[in-house]
């Protein structure tokens, strides 16, 4: 980082180029927010002075700040700081003007924004139709608006149109001329009732006429533009003589982070996870998944399936019936990615004979396409963050196949944005007991209804005048309070959209509100909310405000974090980072007693069940599953090979993987087969462990001074 972007920590004055220590480690999750996000670089790079990050994770805008930040710390590994310059300086490149906009760009922004940013002119619509709905949007969101209501969206839009369908409005214009003349000579030969009746029918079918146009235009449009587009305006590329588009622009952010050239080989999560290691201590649970040095991971929501997705893809039977069409692929990232994706992805036809029969059904018709395997540890970070920041509407959908092995049939999948489902995932990287802090920035809207405390840093926005703030809880049991939203006021239609929209807002952030309110979360949560008319889907905002967000609530969040949570000066560790380890460990206690609660009971003693503990005795000779393979043999008898005559069927249409077959190929079921000795022990052990701390528990338990609320609550869910 440069010597000027650096300053003294708050409580370690020290020379401005002295690196981090390598044991001291941080996780950070960012949330989405499309144009709010350009205030993270500044709150990361200031995070990068104390802390070397060892777990990040995002959603939408988010995955795009730590997919490089991610990069950066590649190359921070490898021996350089360079790589956070780049992500330095990438507020004031998006904040820079386009003084010629040319092609796409001058579509979009030609009588809307004489001199449009960077940032907008990343926005390419594929095609003139799509161009035409984003000029459309941009006019109902004109930038540094206070109250955004439907009246100023309609008002831009109205001004728009005549430019954006100049033969709309002209059909519009001459039936009005026509319905004015009808009405000049139902004035002349007729009395005023004649003649009022002969103005008002003429006009107001002129009226109706042009609005019928204008539906049909924009429902063409519509279909042209997104429909015909993977449900987007954009894929994200640049377009002919237009500039680089916003993947282009983040592949070569990427690339450059990481040290690497655009046209090198595209960074990958196994980069990340076998970059030296630096400091870390050993893993937890040696006998866990593959460490990794650094643990990038992005949500992407899967609306086939109507589920987040997180990535990258695990290895699992269910995603190695995953896979995508290069030709689909090609017009959604640099040549440079669909090199290495063709490289390293097996094509469908190579590895059919793994699924049964080779099948075609259920692909579109038209020319054949080229299937390859959905890459997972190999997949490049690019096509992580464009699975994940697909705003809905203005960026097209990631298209990709699914093999139905029941049906023996082709699926569509479309991938959208992670925010639809997970917008925070600040539970990625959470642990019992935390060996380091995972920080969170958390951005809200003005009228969420979030209420910050009197002690929340305060800003005042110098293109609106209204305020916004950025604040983190002082102690534990600070920032628990929900939200506070309310119907607007006013009339029904009023009242009725915006109804509409909490009802709507409450269930795809429900999970991200109520998470963040909990004990050993909320304090080490930032939260950071804009005042009215910045950030959001501000596309059209002033080069000035770009930079400025990120000096003033980027650093601010940073800094909150860092008063709170770096170690004093004499390396003691700071009283913030004490406490809320306490919380977690009582978080645990508390969790773990109540989901222990009449275990030995019900394992040994329920109605109509067979104890746990028998079921376990008799597992060694009888498969507990139904649809088993019986009884084991006994391996003295004549002949026995010590083995079932049958072959596990992992299903219908499965083989068995060949010899040397990498992982997440389909696998042989294993849970059909009885246990062996060892396996039955380790099961009768664990058994007998947890009714020991149950029993323990009920022995020495004491109701604590600190009660978490909300209380905690130990659950099982499925991975994303």
């Known amino acids: 980082m440069t010597a000027s972007a650096r300053r003294p920590g708050p409580h370690e004055p020290r020379e401005?180029?002295?690196?981090?220590?390598?044991?001291?480690?941080?996780?950070?999750?960012?949330?989405?927010?499309?144009?709010?996000?350009?205030l993270y670089p500044a709150a990361v790079c200031h995070l990068a002075l104390h802390y070397r990050f060892h777990a990040l994770g995002g959603t939408s805008v988010g995955a795009l700040a730590v997919a490089i930040t991610a990069a950066a710390e590649y190359q921070r590994r490898l021996g350089s700081d360079a790589g956070f310059d780049v992500l330095a300086q990438v507020p004031e490149k998006l904040a820079a003007p386009i003084a010629m906009p040319q092609g796409r760009v001058k579509d979009v922004c030609d009588g809307i924004e004489a001199q449009p940013t960077t940032l907008l002119s990343l926005f390419q619509p594929d095609t003139r139709a799509g161009a035409r709905l984003l000029r459309l949007f941009l006019a109902a969101n004109p930038t540094g608006v206070v109250k955004l209501g439907w009246g100023v969206r309609l008002r831009g839009l109205l001004r728009e149109l005549p430019t954006t369908y100049p033969l709309v409005a002209g059909t519009t214009g001459l039936a009005l001329l026509a319905a004015f003349g009808l009405s000049w000579a139902g004035w002349r030969t007729s009395g005023w009732p004649v003649g009022l009746l002969a103005t008002f029918l003429p006009v107001l079918g002129a009226l109706a006429l042009g609005l019928v146009?204008?539906?049909?235009?924009?429902?063409?449009?519509?279909?042209?533009?997104?429909?015909?587009?993977?449900?987007?305006?954009?894929?994200?590329?640049?377009?002919?003589?237009?500039?680089?588009?916003?993947?282009?622009w983040l592949h070569d952010s990427i690339q450059w982070a990481s040290g690497r050239q655009s046209h090198e080989t595209p960074l990958t999560f196994r980069d990340l996870w076998d970059a030296p290691e630096t400091g870390l201590p050993p893993p937890a649970d040696p006998t866990g998944p593959r460490r990794r040095s650094i643990d990038l991971r992005m949500v992407s929501t899967c609306l086939s399936h109507g589920r987040p997705v997180e990535l990258p893809l695990a290895d699992s039977d269910e995603n190695a019936t995953l896979f995508f069409a290069l030709e689909e692929w090609q017009p959604y990232f640099?040549?440079?990615v669909i090199a290495l994706l063709r490289s390293t992805c097996p094509v469908y036809e190579d590895i059919a004979d793994r699924y049964g029969a080779p099948t075609r059904d259920g692909l579109p018709p038209g020319p054949r396409l080229t299937l390859l395997q959905m890459p997972r540890e190999r997949m490049p970070l690019l096509v992580a963050a464009r699975m994940s920041l697909s705003f809905p509407g203005i960026f097209s959908t990631v298209p990709a196949w699914s093999l139905d092995l029941e049906e023996r049939c082709w699926r569509r999948l479309r991938y959208s944005d992670g925010g639809i489902c997970a917008n925070f995932p600040i539970h990625l990287f959470d642990a019992a007991v935390p060996r380091w802090p995972t920080f969170g920035i958390l951005l809200s809207e003005p009228d969420s209804g979030l209420q910050p405390p009197p002690h929340a840093t305060e800003f005042r926005s110098p293109l609106t005048g209204?305020?916004?703030?950025?604040?983190?809880?002082?102690?534990?049991?600070?920032?628990?309070?929900s939200l506070n939203q309310q119907l607007p006021e006013g009339g029904v239609l009023s009242a009725v959209i915006g109804y509409a929209l909490q009802s709507l807002n409450t269930a795809r952030r429900w999970q991200d509100y109520t998470l963040s309110r909990m004990p050993g979360v909320r304090e080490r949560v930032a939260r950071v909310t804009l005042a009215q008319g910045e950030g959001e889907l501000d596309l059209r905002m002033r080069g000035a405000d770009i930079e400025r967000l990120g000096q003033t609530y980027g650093r601010c969040a940073a800094d909150l974090l860092l008063?709170?949570?770096?170690?004093?000066?004499?390396?003691?560790?700071?009283?913030?980072?004490?406490?809320?380890?306490?919380?977690?460990?009582?978080?645990?206690?508390?969790?773990?007693?109540?989901?222990?609660?009449?275990?030995?009971?019900?394992?040994?003693?329920?109605?109509?069940?067979?104890?746990?503990?028998?079921?376990?005795?008799?597992?060694?000779?009888?498969?507990?599953?139904?649809?088993?393979?019986?009884?084991?043999?006994?391996?003295?008898?004549?002949?026995?090979?010590?083995?079932?005559?049958?072959?596990?069927?992992?299903?219908?249409?499965?083989?068995?993987?060949?010899?040397?077959q990498g992982p997440g190929q389909p696998q042989p079921r294993?849970?059909?087969?009885?246990?062996?000795?060892?396996?039955r022990a380790a099961l009768a052990a664990l058994l007998d462990s947890l009714c020991a701390v149950e029993a323990q528990m009920g022995v020495v338990w004491r109701e604590q001074p600190y009660q978490p609320e909300p209380r905690p609550v130990l659950t099982v869910r499925p991975s994303l």
């Open 334 to 336: 640099p040549d440079p």
């Open 670 to 679: 294993t849970d059909l087969h009885p246990l062996d000795d060892d396996q």
């Open 16 to 38: 401005p180029d002295e690196p981090p220590p390598l044991e001291r480690c941080c996780d950070l999750v960012l949330t989405g927010g499309v144009t709010s996000g350009v």
């Open 466 to 481: 209204e305020r916004g703030h950025v604040w983190l809880p002082r102690a534990h049991h600070e920032g628990a309070a």
């Open 563 to 660: 008063d709170a949570y770096l170690s004093r000066a004499d390396a003691q560790p700071s009283p913030a980072w004490s406490e809320h380890r306490w919380v977690r460990w009582n978080l645990l206690a508390e969790g773990l007693r109540a989901r222990l609660a009449g275990l030995t009971q019900a394992a040994e003693d329920a109605p109509c069940s067979t104890p746990l503990s028998s079921q376990i005795d008799a597992a060694t000779t009888t498969c507990p599953l139904r649809g088993g393979l019986g009884e084991r043999p006994d391996p003295d008898a004549p002949g026995s090979t010590g083995r079932p005559e049958q072959r596990p069927p992992w299903s219908a249409h499965r083989r068995e993987p060949r010899h040397g």
């Open 213 to 248: 146009v204008l539906l049909l235009a924009i429902g063409r449009d519509l279909r042209r533009g997104a429909l015909d587009n993977h449900l987007g305006l954009c894929t994200g590329r640049g377009q002919k003589d237009s500039g680089k588009g916003l993947i282009d």
